[in-house]
């Protein structure tokens, strides 16, 4: 079974950049899935970031685009997040995700636990 | 971007029939994902394709999408059911994956 574990800072700097990785376990990264990014605010509901295949093929939030880029280390089975001038209005619960897609359709079929990431100076 | 529209809350009593809404612009055109997501817990699917079970989920969580309108529905309803609950599509028109707000549903 796939585990995926977030790591990375848990207190950004305003105005800097985020940056987590997420480690994929028990498969390879390499499989025909996308793997994704989930962030959820203090309180609030689940926000897709972005998604990458194992090619390089990514998409991401509109609303976010601008200031994401998800890449993928397949040499370490593992996929990272950054997320630039970042405010407080960031700080969330980052999730990576496994997705299966077909060809009309995504899903997440697997979870990491989720690492909280404050921005605050 | 597409929108997806949750009720903010459900309450039902234990043993009865839960049903969560989740409504957008020809929504029946569209494959429909649920998540279950409890405090302090990363989400974890229960509905895929509109109406499929994962393994492990009980059949007493069943899905429906129809119109502009998926339901997810949760026949006899337990304790343990109490939880947010999210929906979730694939928006073609820009290659994102869309979230509803989501539910929160209270067992009484």
């Known amino acids: 079974q796939v585990q995926l574990q977030e790591s990375g800072p848990g207190l950004v700097k305003p105005s800097g950049t985020l940056s987590l990785t997420c480690a994929v376990s028990?498969?390879?990264?390499?499989?025909?899935?996308?793997w994704s990014w989930v962030r959820q605010p203090p309180g609030k509901g689940l926000e897709w970031i972005g998604e990458i295949y194992h090619s390089g093929s990514t998409n991401y939030n509109p609303s976010l685009k601008s200031r994401v880029t998800i890449s993928v280390d397949k040499s370490k089975n593992q996929f990272s997040l950054k997320l630039s001038s970042v405010t407080a209005a960031d700080t969330a619960v980052y999730y990576c995700a496994r997705e299966y897609c077909s060809t009309t359709s995504c899903y997440v079929g697997y979870w990491g636990q989720g690492t909280l990431v404050t921005v605050s100076s | 971007s597409y929108v997806l529209t949750q009720p903010p809350s459900v309450s039902v009593a234990p043993g009865q029939t839960a049903k969560i809404t989740c409504g957008g612009n020809n929504i029946g055109s569209k494959s429909v994902h649920w998540y279950q997501q409890k405090p302090g817990q990363a989400p974890v699917l229960v509905v895929y394709d509109d109406s499929d079970r994962p393994s492990g989920i009980p059949e007493r969580f069943s899905g429906s999408n129809s119109g502009n309108t998926a339901t997810l529905t949760i026949s006899r309803v337990e304790a343990g059911d109490e939880a947010d609950y999210y929906c979730q599509v694939w928006d073609s028109s820009s290659d994102h994956v869309v979230f509803g707000g989501g539910t929160k549903l209270t067992v009484l």
């Open positions: 028990g498969g390879s990264i390499s499989s025909s899935d996308w």
